[in-house]
């Protein structure tokens, strides 16, 4: 889980970072989805000593759920950006749509990994 957690990190990264450029530099907000990638990198990285697996897993949740949570106004402006009609800010319109998909695919796969993890924790010995 650790490797895929870093993986949606360096994707989030690359999207703020990318919104950040593609923005001209004028947008420091585009840097969120960045902020988020390097937490979830952090999370990552405590997450290589087994130890500390499962809390670094559950706080790179955490940190998931708050990207979808702080990014789903960007996803309601999504149809209407699609359809053609004007939007306030078209790119951090896309720049948030991607980061929740990210997110909420790392949230599948993380919940996913919490139960096999469980199920396996209940049925051995000991």
């Known amino acids: 889980m650790p490797a895929i957690t870093f993986f949606v990190a360096v994707l989030l990264m690359a999207v703020g970072l990318g919104g950040f450029v593609a923005s001209?530099?004028?947008a420091p907000t585009a840097l969120i989805p960045a902020v988020l990638g390097v937490l979830?990198?952090?999370?990552?990285?405590?997450?290589?000593?087994?130890?500390?697996?499962?809390h670094a897993m559950h706080a790179a949740v955490l940190l998931a759920l708050l990207g979808v949570a702080g990014s789903l106004r960007g996803v309601l402006q999504?149809?209407?950006l699609?359809?053609?009609?004007?939007?306030?800010?078209?790119?951090?319109v896309v720049a948030q749509s991607v980061t929740v998909v990210l997110c909420l695919g790392y949230?599948?796969?993380?919940?996913?990994?919490?139960?096999?993890?469980r199920r396996q924790?209940?049925?051995s010995p000991g």
């Open 78 to 80: 999504l149809p209407a």
């Open 121 to 123: 924790r209940l049925a």
């Open 24 to 26: 001209g530099a004028h």
């Open 40 to 54: 979830l990198g952090v999370c990552a990285a405590v997450a290589r000593n087994p130890k500390a697996r499962m």
């Open 82 to 92: 699609l359809s053609g009609q004007t939007v306030a800010r078209p790119l951090a």
């Open 107 to 117: 949230l599948v796969v993380a919940i996913r990994s919490f139960i096999q993890a």
